[in-house]
């Protein structure tokens, strides 16, 4: 059973940056994807960015240039390095992880990020 946990979030000025960590574990199954996406309130998730099997990623328009997924391959472990934060980053962040080209996502619990003016 796929198993996604989250940590890093927090609270920072405007401007400031954060790295949020996400460990996947428990699939048995090559070419796992992962991604970050984030839901602020009273507004549906979005997503920020992901990353394939290949390494590649992509980012949401609105974090394109302040915002960097990296990967631990050896732990499992993916990254969002966010920087330049803006008030309207704020949103609970969530992490997920999928079998490249199949949709069904299993969800972390999501990590709180507010950043204030």
């Known amino acids: 059973q796929v198993q996604v946990v989250e940590s890093g979030g927090g609270a920072v000025q405007a401007g400031g940056s954060l790295r949020l960590s996400c460990a996947a574990s428990?699939?048995?199954?090559?070419?796992?994807?992962m991604g970050w996406f984030r839901q602020a309130p009273g507004k549906e998730r979005e997503g920020v960015g992901s990353?394939?099997?290949?390494?590649?990623?992509s980012y949401a328009d609105s974090v394109k240039g302040r915002f960097t997924i990296s990967q631990d391959n050896a732990k499992n472990i993916l990254y969002l390095q966010m920087s330049s934060l803006k008030p309207e980053d704020t949103a609970m962040y969530y992490c997920?992880?999928?079998?490249?080209?199949?949709?069904?996502?299993?969800w972390g619990q999501g990590t709180r990020v507010t950043v204030s003016s």
């Open positions: 428990g699939y048995t199954y090559s070419g796992l994807c």
């Open positions: 990353i394939d099997r290949d390494g590649m990623t």
């Open positions: 997920a992880a999928w079998r490249c080209g199949f949709s069904s996502k299993v």
